[in-house]
C-alpha cells in the first residue's frame, strides 16, 4: 500500500510555470505506475500524463503535451509535473495516483492550480 501526497499547486498568471510534487510513502514506490489527474469544476475528472516504473515511458494527454513534464525519482519516493506555459483551462484539482494493475489503486488528496488570465 502507498500514501500519496501532492503539493505546489497555486495561483499563477497565464503563461507562467508552476511544478507539482507527489511524495509517496513505502519502500515500494518503484513497483507503481505513476499519473497525474485533475478535475475542474462541473466536469469529470481527466488523465493528464502517466510515467511507468523507472520512469522511461510517459504518455502526456493532447491538451497538455509540449507544455507538461511528468517525472520521476524513486530514490527519493517522488513524482513531478512540470508545468509550463499554462492557460485559464488548465484551472483544475489536480490528483496523482499509482497502480499496479490496470486500475488506479491510491490517489493523494489533490492541490488546487488557479491559472488567471
Known amino acids: 500500500q502507498v500514501q500519496l501526497v501532492e503539493s505546489g499547486g497555486g495561483l499563477v498568471q497565464a503563461g507562467g510555470s508552476l511544478r507539482l510534487s507527489c511524495a509517496a510513502s513505502?519502500?515500494?514506490?518503484?513497483?507503481?505506475?505513476m499519473g497525474w489527474f485533475r478535475q475542474s469544476p462541473g466536469k469529470e475528472r481527466e488523465f493528464v500524463a502517466d510515467?511507468?516504473?523507472?520512469?522511461?515511458?510517459?504518455y502526456y494527454a493532447d491538451s497538455v503535451k509540449g507544455r507538461f513534464t511528468i517525472s520521476r525519482d524513486n530514490a527519493k519516493n517522488t513524482m513531478y509535473l512540470q508545468m509550463n506555459s499554462l492557460k485559464p483551462e488548465d484551472t483544475a484539482v489536480y490528483y496523482c495516483?499509482?497502480?499496479?494493475?490496470?486500475?488506479?489503486?491510491?490517489w493523494g488528496q489533490g492541490t488546487q492550480v488557479t491559472v488567471s488570465s
Open positions: 513505502g519502500r515500494t514506490f518503484s513497483s507503481y505506475y
Open positions: 495516483a499509482g497502480r499496479k494493475g490496470s486500475e488506479y489503486d491510491y
Open positions: 510515467i511507468s516504473w523507472g520512469g522511461g515511458s510517459t
